[in-house]
């Protein structure tokens, strides 16, 4: 059983940053993708980024050129950097990870609010 635990959430004013990391409890190596996703209230829980083993990217349209996954094999965790936040970024940020066959995880989450 893999556990993530995410970290680095909390209230930025608009146009801050934040960046979130995702620890796990054993190597990534194998995962196929990793990413993060949000949920804001009264809405459904969405992608924000995803980075796969390839190397391959996929952000929603909204964070295009203000977010950046990352990972490091070497510590096991994965990052989200989130440049230029505005209050339509608050939500709770799950991490997530996908092997393949379909076999998925997820973290508690971590709360980021941004607000003045």
């Known amino acids: 059983q893999l556990q993530l635990v995410e970290s680095g959430g909390g209230l930025v004013q608009p146009g801050g940053s934040l960046r979130l990391s995702c620890a796990t409890s054993g190597s990534i190596l194998s995962i196929n993708i990793m990413g993060w996703y949000r949920q804001a209230p009264g809405k459904q829980r969405e992608l924000v980024a995803s980075?796969?083993?390839?190397?391959?990217?996929v952000y929603a349209d909204s964070v295009k050129g203000r977010f950046t996954v990352s990972r490091d094999n070497a510590k096991k965790t994965v990052h989200l950097q989130m440049n230029s936040l505005q209050p339509e970024d608050t939500a709770v940020y799950y991490c997530?990870?996908?092997?393949?066959?379909?076999?998925?995880?997820w973290g508690q989450g971590t709360q980021v609010t941004v607000s003045s």
């Open positions: 997530h990870a996908g092997y393949t066959g379909g076999r998925e995880f």
């Open positions: 980075l796969s083993s390839g190397g391959t990217t």
